[in-house]
């Protein structure tokens, strides 16, 4: 059993920055992989990026040069740090982890909103 508490979104101004954090608790789990998705009003949800415990990174074309990915291994938490945003940015951004054994678990989503 895992639990994802997601923090960090909130409005911001276009060229601004903000930090997502996602951290996992619980017992009994081995994280693999760990990611971040957004969906925005009326789309499909959409993958941002993810990182292996390798921290071996993917990114999305749309937000490559802007967006970084990181993991702390030892707290199982995972960080998006987004710069240059733009109001194409917005959405809500759920974090994911990929355990072992024990399938995939999704965060509530936090909403990030770029408007000037």
């Known amino acids: 059993q895992v639990q994802l508490v997601e923090s960090g979104g909130g409005l911001v101004q276009p060229g601004g920055s903000l930090r997502l954090s996602c951290s996992a608790s619980g017992s009994g789990f081995s994280i693999h992989a760990m990611g971040w998705y957004r969906q925005a009003p009326g789309k499909q949800r959409e993958l941002v990026a993810t990182i292996t415990r390798g921290r071996s990174s993917n990114y999305a074309d749309s937000v490559k040069g802007r967006f970084t990915i990181s993991r702390d291994n030892a707290k199982n938490t995972v960080y998006l740090q987004m710069n240059s945003l733009k109001p194409e940015d917005t959405a809500v951004y759920y974090c994911?982890?990929?355990?072992?054994?024990?399938?995939?678990?999704w965060g509530q989503g936090t909403q990030v909103t770029v408007s000037s």
């Open positions: 994911r982890v990929d355990t072992v054994v024990a399938g995939d678990y």
